[in-house]
């Protein structure tokens, strides 16, 4: 579970901390939750226009871990202050969680008390056929 720190400056220890984890997981890995970091254009609606600045943190970051996001469902947008709508709040997975996991998903939530959008990881068991010795 992550939060990334409101300024951008001060969410470089955040990637780095990330970056340092990555290199030393060798089996499946999830990483959850506000990195307070738009990674599209199309990520915030209302507020400044994002800037092709304001996505390379976030896209650096899914780059040099080797990461994907994890498919989801529900709102598109995680975060609301009444005015400006942002999808900030995320789960990524390494390559390895699909060898270990059957398929999963993220599911987004309908808000309670936070201004923020709960995130459920879906793990949904697949039938595999026996092996036939």
């Known amino acids: 579970m992550v939060y990334g720190m409101n300024q951008e400056q001060q969410r470089g220890h955040l990637w780095e901390d990330l970056q340092d984890i990555s290199e030393q997981k060798a089996d499946a890995w999830c990483i959850l939750g506000d990195f307070n970091a738009v990674m599209y254009k199309e990520d915030r609606i209302g ?59 993220t599911r987004y939530m309908a808000p309670g008390i936070s201004d923020h959008r709960p995130l459920l990881i879906q793990f949904h068991s697949s039938s595999r056929p026996k092996a036939n010795f």
Do not use: M
């Open 47 to 105: 507020g400044n226009v994002v800037s092709d600045h304001e996505i390379k943190e976030l896209q650096d970051l899914v780059t040099q871990c080797e990461l994907q996001e994890l498919p989801t469902s529900g709102p598109y947008y995680s975060w609301t202050n009444k005015t400006i709508w942002s999808h900030i709040d995320r789960a990524f997975i390494n390559a390895y969680w699909y060898g270990t996991f059957d398929y999963t998903h």
